[in-house]
């Protein structure tokens, strides 16, 4: 095989339990990679060397010992810095946790290393997942692989980052307006947020606790079934954890079959505003999808157009309260304690120091909407908002079996452009963000080039709730008829680093 | 949709917990009157009797056996704490009784 | 009138009557005696090592999330129902938003527009001149909510959080189950209100007991009362209402109405207005002093607690619960009044002394229950009442007083030494048969023995035996009393009364 680092995550797993390459091996050829390209794209915030090959070690004496092993044992992976990892220095992207380290593991990272998966280090995420394209993370923005002076994507950009560089072929991510579809689009990977409760919130660093939801990326679909089975299923930790089975995800990856599929283009996520050659890639992915096999039709999502509204008032709310824990007093940054300065003042110095002004917005925001006198008015009618989408999908389900649209309206924007223009920034979520606020899960993969700037291109599958196999079903198939008419997947297009 | 003022932010800031400087106080009623101008349009959907969404997956009745479990050492319980003393966590004098 | 050093004015309670009536509400938290925490699995044990007893959810440290305790939920529905509640279909947990160093989320998870339990009721008696009467104190809601760490105030002369340098937080209490009971206001007390509002107190503290959900312990925190009070002019409209926190005793609900009538009837009066505001009560002075005010309020931004999932008891769950139910207080007094044929004012003495539970133990265990009753309000009350203990504290069980009784009926002891036993039992030296061995407590019955000892007596005092032969028969006492001291209490007096005539051939 060629160089480890190019290889996708199921070739590898396949070539560490056949013994032809070890586990150690693959582990050194990523963190190799990390050193040579990272110093450009700036996706990790922290690599624990050591502890992956530890890792990498004992699967390889596993494979020794004749061990069966899971699907993607020995694979490394990049993980979100948002997701507690115990004696691992957990930032969530913000000054005010630096030096963090969490006494305990999230439940993703529990399954993570019960599935063998290595765990290089912490991917860099806008601060506390508030963004769209990585700029706002405390500790300098990531840069996408396809060219650096563009955003890779957000909050996720990270991960996604990684990803398409070839730093590692598994990424965690989590998914809160569409953190980790929008990056997969802007960097030509794929990215699935899972139906909400699919997979454990547990030791996730909460931004709007009903709409966020971990799930798995990677540059092949079937690569992210793999891990999205990985790290699927009911967790008695988290509450809202779905206590039902996981549909299979890799046996439809593995079908990938779309003959017969009702597939319904959302009219109102399309059209107007969004990029001429995001249109272009999106049409013709609806062509192929109908040569092979699925219907195609229209269907009306009227609701939608108060997603983006709803959505700016439920997730600055439950952001408000989610970060009032950062107050200097257990864990974290702690400004001003002089002896002379009290209780309340030192919080608010912490605060004011310790969060980005990204941060502070949506604090602020989310504090006003909740207030007495205006929760009706904002918090209270966004969740009836909420109500009028999900009917939305739930209607449009009645019709297909899938609803799909552009990922985003754009490619990847320059890094700055958007970055003192809040409302601009927020509009990069329009598509994505009625998933989250319904609950259901979607999946975002690359259909190609803008033939304006020669960036990627991401398409969106949504499938109702509880059904994520659907997703991989029909990205499967478009993938491959994709793949074979390009000969590659798109990602070897990517430029040298 | 009423706009916010410089004397309405200062109140959230100190709601909110944020030292917030003078500019910051100037930058922010601004934003936040765009910003909610922006999402307002919610507020044209007319939902009277529309019932509010709080959790997207319907579920009710999740509970835990009441069962002791191992709980942190107390080192690893004060380990990032900015400052301790006597096994506890220091925290800055309280001016304001709650 | 008297004035504080906070400038405070009170006028005498009579006086104060006399023009205002008073209006009150209750605030109730009881801590559950769960073995874990209401949204983790640490112990709730009291009095561990500072934090021995937190994990991850209840530091509340980043990305950590709360799951309900379902025996939380059920007791939380027993005590409705003991309460007369209604139980909600369905309801939510919501989020308290507001900064304080010892809650670790900054949010405390409550119940807000949807509790557990409302509009309920619990009748209380309060003795009046005229007799017993009863009153109605309705309940507004019962809801769950979780208790904060426990802060220690360090440095200035105090102790307490003014002057303090800075403080230290132990959160072994963070998070444990706290149930809070808000009663609708309580108007028509009169004078009573004082006493109204103890009774109450009271009357909810023995529910708790009897349900089993809480030790319900005032002095250690397990149960905190907040007192609303304000005063109206009859035939006004209702005051402004003061809230008195920090009331952590029966004895100080009294006082803490009873201060708050005379403190704003003396505002009134003056022509002032009383302020909307949160005072503390302070055990050694009796008084309460100004908090936080409530026009500067926080705004606590209540909104659906997210991570958590309703709450929709099932009906067939609550006729459960509500079939599992023991005997109320108020019900077991009723019935053993007649049952132990005792008039109101016995009841309410036994009631009153903390009693009640321990005589029906011991009649339990087949004691006569004029005997049970004499023991427990006479000598080991007066004990606990020495010690300034409740009853039950005392290391005397129903169990000794059955073993006491018994051997006094059989003879073996007597009165004076089953007091013997009880010293020694409370002194802790062992058992009851262990106190009789080493205090070699035994009534002398060997006939030979006490016969000798009157020989004794009765040659140390010859002139005594002439007295009673010629028939003053009263000085037999002066012998019986010298054999009893040469028997160390441990003889039958009336038997020695009985072998001396005899043996001085004279018959009464
Ligand atoms: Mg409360
Ligand atoms: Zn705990």
Redesign the pocket.
């Known amino acids: 095989m060629g160089d480890l680092f190019r290889q996708n995550a199921s070739v590898l797993a396949n070539a560490i339990a056949t013994k032809e390459v070890s586990a150690v091996e693959v582990t050194q050829a990523h963190l190799d990679r990390i050193s040579a390209v990272d110093g450009k794209v700036h996706a990790f915030l922290h690599v624990n060397a050591q502890a992956a090959l530890e890792q990498a070690k004992a699967v390889d004496a596993k494979v020794a010992a004749g061990t069966t092993l899971g699907p993607l044992a020995g694979v490394p992976l990049g993980l979100k810095d948002v997701l507690a990892m115990k004696g691992e220095p957990t930032t969530a992207g913000s000054k005010i946790l630096e030096g963090w380290r969490p006494p305990y593991d999230s439940t993703v990272v529990q399954r993570l290393r019960a599935a063998d998966i290595v765990i290089l280090g912490k991917t860099n995420m806008d601060e506390f997942a508030m963004g769209s394209s990585t700029e706002h993370s405390a500790y300098g923005a990531t840069h996408n692989p396809w060219d650096l002076d563009r955003i890779p994507g957000g909050s996720g950009g990270g991960s996604a980052a990684a990803l398409a560089a070839f730093e590692a072929p598994l990424a965690i991510g989590t998914d809160t307006g569409g953190s980790i579809r929008q990056p997969a689009s802007v960097t030509g990977t794929v990215g699935v947020k899972p139906t909400y409760g699919g997979v454990s919130r547990y030791g996730q660093i909460a931004l709007a606790s009903s709409l966020d939801q971990p799930g798995p990326c990677a540059r092949t679909v079937l690569d992210t079934a793999l891990l999205h089975a990985a790290i699927a299923g009911h967790d008695p930790m988290d509450s809202t954890s779905i206590n039902a089975p996981v549909p299979d995800v890799v046996a439809a990856a593995k079908r990938a079959d779309v003959r017969g599929m009702k597939i319904g283009v959302v009219k109102e996520l399309g059209g107007e505003g969004y990029q001429a050659g995001v249109s272009q890639r999106y049409a013709e992915a609806l062509e192929i999808l109908q040569s092979l096999g699925a219907e195609v039709i229209e269907v009306s999502c009227p609701s939608f157009e108060y997603a983006l509204g709803a959505y700016y008032l439920i997730l600055p709310s439950e952001a408000s309260s989610n970060l009032a824990r950062f107050d200097g007093m257990r864990y974290g940054l702690r400004v001003g304690d002089d002896g002379n300065n009290g209780v309340e003042q030192v919080m608010s110095m912490t605060r004011e120091a310790g969060f980005g002004p990204e941060v502070k917005r949506r604090i602020m925001l989310g504090t006003y909407a909740l207030s007495s006198g205006y929760y009706d008015a904002y918090y209270g009618q966004a969740q009836k908002v909420r109500t009028l989408i999900t009917r939305d999908f739930n209607a449009a389900f009645e019709q297909v079996d899938v609803l799909v649209s552009p990922t985003a309206p754009t490619t990847a924007f320059k890094l700055g452009e958007k970055l003192d223009d809040p409302i601009a920034m927020y509009l990069n979520d329009v598509a994505t963000i009625p998933v989250n606020l319904a609950g259901i899960g979607a999946m975002s993969l690359p259909i190609g080039l803008a033939p304006e700037d020669g960036l990627p291109v991401g398409f969106q599958i949504m499938a109702p709730a509880m059904a994520d196999d659907r997703l991989y079903l029909a990205g499967g198939a478009l993938e491959a008829a994709l793949t074979d008419r390009w000969g590659h997947l798109l990602i070897e297009e990517a430029p040298e680093l | 949709m009423t706009s916010i003022s410089r004397a309405d932010v200062a109140h959230l800031g100190r709601l909110a917990r944020l030292e917030l400087t003078e500019s910051e106080l100037d930058h922010y009623s601004e934003q936040l009157d765009v910003i909610l101008q922006s999402v307002a349009r919610i507020s044209e959907v007319a939902a009277d009797d529309i019932p509010p969404m709080s959790h997207p997956i319907p579920m009710v009745n999740v509970f835990r056996d009441d069962v002791v ?1 191992p ?2 050492t107390r080192q690893e319980a004060l380990a990032a704490a900015p400052a301790t003393e006597d096994d506890r966590f220091r925290v800055p004098r309280i001016l304001d009784e709650e | 009138m008297t004035t504080t050093s906070h400038g405070d004015v009170y006028i005498p309670f009579d006086e104060a009557m006399s023009r205002y009536e008073p209006i009150i509400g209750i605030e109730t938290h009881v801590e559950l005696g769960t073995n ?2 209401m ?4 112990s709730t044990d009291f009095g561990s090592d500072a934090n021995t ?7 509340g440290l980043p990305g950590s999330m709360p799951v309900v305790n379902r025996v939380a939920v059920e007791s939380t529905i027993r005590i409705g129902l003991a309460l007369n509640c209604n139980i909600a279909e369905w309801c939510r947990f919501a989020r308290k938003n507001y900064f304080y160093p010892d809650m670790p989320k900054d949010y405390q998870i409550s119940q807000y527009d949807e509790p557990l339990c409302y509009d309920g009721y619990l009748d209380v008696t309060v003795d009046t001149p005229d007799g017993p009467q009863v009153f109605r104190v309705e309940i507004e809601r019962v809801h769950m909510e979780e208790d904060t760490g426990k802060l220690t105030h360090t440095g200035g002369a105090t102790g307490r959080i003014h002057g303090a340098e800075y403080s230290l937080v132990d959160y072994n209490r ?2 444990i189950p706290l149930i809070e009971i808000v009663t609708k206001t309580v108007i028509g007390t009169g004078s009573l209100a004082p006493e109204v509002a103890k009774a109450y107190v009271k009357e909810l503290r023995d529910v708790m007991r009897a349900l089993g959900v809480s030790d319900v312990r005032m002095e250690e925190g397990s149960m905190r009362c907040d007192v609303n009070l304000s005063l109206n002019k009859p035939g006004d409209g209702w005051g402004t209402r003061s809230e008195t926190k920090n009331v952590n005793s029966l004895r100080s609900v009294e006082r803490a109405v009873r201060s708050e009538i005379e403190r704003q009837a003396s505002v009134l009066d003056n022509g002032g207005r009383v302020i909307q505001e949160t005072r503390h009560f302070h055990e050694d002075t009796g008084r309460s002093t100004s908090g936080r005010s409530k026009e500067k309020a926080e705004d606590y931004r209540y909104f659906p607690e997210p991570d958590l999932v309703p709450v929709a008891p099932s009906r067939d769950w609550v006729e459960e619960l509500r079939a599992g139910l023991p005997e109320m207080p108020s019900v077991k007094r009723a019935r053993l009044k007649e049952e132990w044929n005792i008039n109101d004012f016995e009841l309410a003495s036994l009631a009153n002394s903390g009693a009640l539970d321990l005589v029906e133990a011991t009649i339990a265990f087949g004691v006569d229950s004029v005997a049970a009753r004499k023991w427990w309000t006479g000598e080991l009350l007066r004990v606990a009442n020495e010690q300034g203990v409740e009853l039950e504290a005392l290391s005397v069980t129903p169990h000794d007083i059955q073993q006491v009784e018994s051997l006094i009926t059989s003879g073996a002891l007597n009165d004076k030494l089953a007091r013997q036993v009880f010293e020694g039992l409370l002194a802790g030296e062992g058992t009851v048969e262990e106190i009789i061995a080493t205090r070699g407590l035994a009534v002398v019955s060997d006939d030979g023995a006490l016969l000798a000892a009157i020989d004794e007596a009765l040659a140390a005092a010859p002139d005594v035996a002439e007295k009673i032969q010629s028939g003053k028969i009263q000085a037999a006492g002066a012998v019986v009393g010298a054999v009893m001291k040469a028997t160390k209490g441990q003889a039958d007096a009336a038997k020695v009364r009985a072998l001396l005539l005899e043996r001085l051939g004279v018959s009464e």
Do not use: F
């Not at chain 3, 949204?39 to 640490?42: I, L, N, Q, R, Y």
């Open positions: 479990k709980s942190l | 874990s925490k949204w983790c699995g640490c007893q937190v994990c991850p959810v209840c530091l963070a998070g």
